[in-house]
């Protein structure tokens, strides 16, 4: 059974930084290419980062490059995104997804002073 499971989203003032994990479980996560997705109140869910499966190749949202960081630990079936400088406008849950179909159930990340 596939699982996506999220965690190290909080409330964090503008210009700070969190770290977002996503363990993953059921399936051969160093096979499969890996995204970050977010969806803010009222918006369509959009693409942040992605990640291939090596980890060799990333790409981001613009308005997170030079911020967003997307990693993988291959060895312990996990993602990151790690966030600084964050900005009010970040605030949205964040949801890991794997390339054969499967979503986790989010994380929360607040914006705000």
């Known amino acids: 059974q596939v699982q996506l499971v999220e965690s190290g989203g909080g409330l964090v003032q503008p210009g700070g930084s969190l770290r977002l994990s996503c363990a993953a479980r059921?399936?051969?996560?160093?096979?499969?290419?890996m995204r970050w997705y977010r969806q803010a109140p009222g918006k369509a869910r959009e693409l942040v980062a992605g990640?291939?499966?090596?980890?060799?190749?990333?790409n981001y949202l613009d308005s997170v490059k030079g911020r967003f960081t997307i990693s993988r630990d291959n060895a312990n079936d996990r993602l990151y995104l790690q966030m600084s400088n964050l900005k009010p406008e970040d605030t949205a849950v964040y949801y890991c997804?794997?390339?054969?179909?499967?979503w986790g159930q989010g994380t929360q990340v607040t914006v705000s002073s």
């Open positions: 059921g399936f051969t996560f160093s096979r499969y290419g």
């Open positions: 990640i291939s499966s090596s980890g060799d190749t990333t």
């Open positions: 997804y794997a390339l054969l179909g499967y």
